[in-house]
């Protein structure tokens, strides 16, 4: 019998920076699927998106936004892969191509943030309210430049539209039933994904600065985001149930196929954050900052945020 993951195991789930390492990961559980799987359209969309986010990819600078980062697509990405492996433990089979439109659509779902060489403009986070109409064209001229089959646009956009919070997959016309479960998988992985991140709690002071520069969200305060998002965790939650159908429960197949243990480790995860983002919030607004201490974000921000820190 397989030991449970200790907790260093399952923290590294949530870890994603090293884009080798979650190459690595996810071509493992992709090969679970189906061993003979052919990875040249995943895996040169990965390369290529690596080095789009990196500056080196042609025409464009280095992706700039610090919440909408390159780790932020790596967690979406893995997330994915781990649910897609979960559908296919549970009973539905998921093709090749299917396998291949979740990779590719995860991977460019927030492709929009980048911007060409000469026409950039502070991080790029100007463009969250289009951000993914412009990712959406991005996908579409990378099909052509790279002569993937032309047909995957049609199902690409429709995916990466899912991921766009201003709509409702249930306002989407789908050609049939098999891509709104694509739709749905990358949805749920896109929320999943980021909200059970290990710096997630950070990152929202980032995802703050990213909606001042898009003059979005009304928020008073860094504060004030803090404070809402226990009700965006609520709407979440319900959207997962609802229009997303539940799909994150068969995560629960890919772990207890991986450590012998059916949890659904991203929820756990998820709800952690917000356990304790509840404990930071009913301190005083002065004290918030100094809960927050992963990755040395906060003192990355300070001096960008209008707020005092305790003496």
């Known amino acids: 019998m397989r030991r449970a993951p200790t907790s260093a195991v399952i923290d590294s789930l949530f870890i994603n920076s090293n884009p080798n390492e979650v190459w690595t990961k996810a071509a493992d559980i992709v090969s679970l699927i189906n061993p003979a799987y052919d990875f040249?359209?995943?895996?040169?969309?990965?390369?290529?998106?690596?080095?789009?986010?990196?500056?080196?990819?042609?025409?464009?600078?280095?992706?700039?936004t610090l919440y909408h980062d390159l780790s932020h697509?790596?967690?979406?990405?893995?997330?994915?892969?781990?649910?897609?492996?979960?559908?296919h433990l549970s009973g539905t089979h998921l093709s090749d191509e299917e396998m291949t439109m979740i990779m590719m659509a995860s991977l460019m779902h927030d492709i929009g943030y980048a911007q060409l060489h000469g026409e950039e403009t502070g991080t790029g986070?100007?463009?969250?309210?289009?951000?993914?109409?412009?990712?959406?064209?991005?996908m579409k001229r990378y099909i052509d430049y790279r002569r993937f089959p032309h047909e995957f646009s049609t199902t690409l956009e429709l995916i990466i539209r899912c991921t766009d919070?201003?709509?409702?997959?249930?306002?989407?016309?789908?050609?049939?039933?098999?891509?709104?479960?694509l739709g749905q998988?990358?949805?749920?992985?896109?929320?999943?994904?980021?909200?059970?991140?290990?710096?997630?709690?950070?990152?929202?002071?980032?995802?703050?600065?990213?909606?001042?520069?898009?003059?979005?969200?009304?928020?008073?305060?860094?504060h004030d985001l803090l404070r809402k998002t226990h009700k965006f965790y609520k709407i979440t939650q319900q959207k997962l149930d609802g229009e997303l159908g539940s799909i994150y429960s068969k995560l629960a197949f890919h772990f207890k196929d991986s450590f012998g243990v059916e949890n659904n480790y991203y929820m756990k995860s998820i709800e952690?954050?917000?356990?304790?983002?509840?404990?930071?919030?009913?301190?005083?607004?002065?004290?918030?900052?100094?809960?927050?201490k992963r990755e040395g974000i906060v003192e990355k921000v300070k001096g960008l945020i209008d707020t005092e820190e305790p003496t």
């Open 272 to 292: 952690k954050n917000i356990a304790y983002l509840s404990k930071v919030t009913l301190l005083n607004d002065t004290r918030h900052l100094s809960m927050l």
């Open 125 to 138: 986070a100007q463009h969250t309210k289009d951000h993914v109409n412009r990712g959406i064209e991005f």
């Open 40 to 64: 040249l359209f995943s895996k040169t969309t990965f390369d290529d998106v690596v080095r789009l986010f990196c500056g080196k990819y042609p025409g464009y600078c280095a992706i700039k």
């Open 73 to 87: 697509t790596l967690d979406v990405f893995i997330c994915a892969v781990r649910l897609m492996h979960g559908v």
């Open 165 to 181: 919070i201003a709509v409702s997959i249930s306002d989407i016309n789908f050609p049939k039933e098999r891509v709104r479960l």
């Open 185 to 222: 998988i990358v949805r749920t992985a896109d929320l999943t994904g980021q909200m059970a991140s290990r710096t997630y709690l950070e990152k929202l002071l980032f995802l703050y600065l990213e909606f001042e520069e898009a003059r979005l969200g009304n928020y008073k305060d860094v």
